[in-house]
């Protein structure tokens, strides 16, 4: 098992900036990717931003320029900086990674954490 802790959320203003943090244990996967999730009440959790772990990234429309993800592989940890917050990234941020063994993949999940940005 690969497990994922969050930390970094909280409430800001509108405008403000958060750091999330998602640490990974140590396993015998491999791991492919590491990408941030979200999920506003009432919506279906939609893909943030995402890092391989050769260091590409790919990011959702709606946070390109504002939101910047990085890894830190000595501490297998991958950072989501979120700059000029705004009311609608309100939402439970969850981490994600896909991981494989053996030529299988798996999906691996964080516990969330809440961003709330207030206007």
């Known amino acids: 098992q690969v497990q994922l802790v969050e930390s970094g959320g909280g409430l800001v203003q509108a405008g403000g900036s958060l750091r999330l943090s998602c640490a990974a244990s140590k396993s015998t996967f491999r791991i492919n990717v590491i990408a941030w999730y979200r999920q506003a009440p009432g919506k279906q959790r939609q893909l943030v931003a995402g890092?391989?772990?050769?260091?590409?990234?790919n990011y959702a429309d709606s946070v390109k320029g504002r939101f910047t993800i990085s890894s830190d592989n000595a501490k297998n940890t991958v950072y989501l900086q979120m700059n000029s917050l705004k009311p609608e990234d309100t939402a439970v941020y969850y981490c994600?990674?896909?991981?494989?063994?053996?030529?299988?993949?798996?999906?691996?999940w964080g516990q969330g954490t809440q961003v709330t940005v207030s206007s």
């Open positions: 890092i391989t772990s050769g260091g590409s990234t």
């Open positions: 994600y990674a896909e991981g494989s063994r053996d030529y299988v993949a798996y999906d691996f």
